[in-house]
DNA sequence: CGACTCATTGATCACCATCAAAGAACGTGG
DNA sequence: CCACGTTCTTTGATGGTGATCAATGAGTCG
């Protein structure tokens, strides 16, 4: 799971084995590995990146899953968004004078570390490199617009419906399937704090759904029974992605 | 309110003058120049760029205010962010294969126009440019994930608290002001799609906090009488912005 | 003046929050 | 190996915030 040591460590990049990635050139691929320091491990439950403190990195997730957050100052929190391998975090802190998330790990989670102050450069020696970054964050940004329309507009079998398609789909995506099973480390206070329900009334309706047959949860795992009826209550039809930048 | 015409337009841009926005370059000037194929006006009300059909080009809005939005198949719909002069648009149709938003003038709009398919090579040209649009790239995402923090864990007041101050802020910021009242040209339903709130209950929302005499509104025009109030009403404290990139 | 849009208010109801408590799963230590 | 603590899930009961329905008022335009 942790990314590969040695010399180009990038070379051997399980990640980029996959098609949900773009290759990059050579010349690419040895600007990302002189920018990258190095990886980091952090473990399930603990904080990745402070809430209130800017990171003096940056991160693409390399294995596990995490999430974005942020707490209104008497404690209720809202998850923004999931993140995957493949995502690149800290971005936002660059422009954001402080104010801005914090990230959590989901599960054992590796990451390959790069320093924030270099940013600029490698926009500047390759720009190519700074075209994919803005590619992540506006990728990022549909995916929070999308989590927007689903706490405003959506109710709560709709609000499940919607996450859980969305979940499974960009864990096959990377890989993080089994038999059509799909890994799914969360529990109910995440969904509950990423569809902005309270974690009683998630429960009711995840058990809705699954009396109803469309879904099944075993052991961390996830397996979509009916799929189609899922993106019709949630109203949410996602075409398979292109490959995306890998930083 | 158009943007200049002639030779040189964006030497004599006015919303260059401002301090809210950091003096390029001559050369990086230049560029955003070439780049520049025209001005557009829209009408308030009408559409800037449809939600299901990309657009051909990116926009900076010049002058008056427009949103970004998301409706579902039954019409419920979701204000994403609200734009104001300087707001770099159509950034995210780039890089999401077609499935991203619409956005809508709310009043009479100008926009500066630039062509998407020269967008890569305005980041190899000039990749202090491209920086330039991932920080305004950033910061959309920012206002992006306040919004979701309020639908998802604000109620009704504290939704209307955050939405008023964010908005005062930043129509004082980019000069829509005068004595103390801010351009305010929405109607109660720009407010209820952009907090995820019903019409009626938005009405009875703002009047209570009316009554209060936090704020006041009258004839397109916002003043806040209890800014202090507002800001712990709606757990919302923003600081002072940096200066941001124009494009 | 009539048509239209937008703001306002009251009445009713449902969705979801909150409170409370018990069950299931898991790890730890006695 | 079992008792116990911890975490997470599940269910029932109750209440409130905000949605929905309905209607009137206010302002503007042709």
Redesign the pocket.
């Known amino acids: 799971m942790a990314p590969p040591q040695g010399a180009n460590p990038c070379d051997q990049c399980a990640l980029r084995r996959l098609d949900a990635f773009l290759a990059p050139s050579g010349d690419e691929l040895r600007t990302i590995q002189s920018f990258r320091v190095g990886a980091r491990r952090v473990e399930a439950g603990s904080s990745i990146i402070d809430e209130h403190r800017p990171s003096p990195q940056l991160f693409t997730l390399y294995s596990g899953w995490a999430f974005r957050y942020k707490t209104l100052s008497d404690g209720r929190r809202q998850i923004l968004s999931f993140l995957l391998p493949g995502d690149f975090l800290g971005l936002q802190d660059e422009f954001a004078d402080g104010q801005t998330h914090g990230v959590e790990a989901v599960t054992d989670v590796t990451l390959c570390a790069f320093p924030r102050e270099r940013l600029w450069g490698l926009f500047h020696a390759q720009p190519k490199l700074g075209y994919d970054i803005t590619w992540l964050a506006a990728r990022e940004e549909k995916l929070v617009d999308d989590n927007l329309v689903t706490t405003g507009r959506r109710?709560?079998?709709e609000r499940v419906a919607m996450l859980l398609m969305h979940l499974y789909r960009r864990a096959l995506r990377v890989g993080m399937e089994r038999d059509g099973w799909a890994e799914f480390p969360f529990?109910?206070?995440h969904i509950a704090d990423a569809l902005?329900?309270?974690?009683?009334?998630?429960?009711?309706?995840?058990?809705r759904l699954q009396r109803l047959g469309l879904y099944r949860i075993d052991?961390g795992w996830l397996r979509i029974m009916e799929p189609r009826a899922l993106e019709a209550l949630g109203d949410y039809f996602e075409r398979p992605m292109r490959p995306t930048p890998l930083i």
Chains 1, 2 share one sequence.
């Open positions: 109710n709560a079998g529990n109910q206070q902005g329900l309270s974690l009683v009334h998630t429960n009711k309706t995840l058990r052991g």
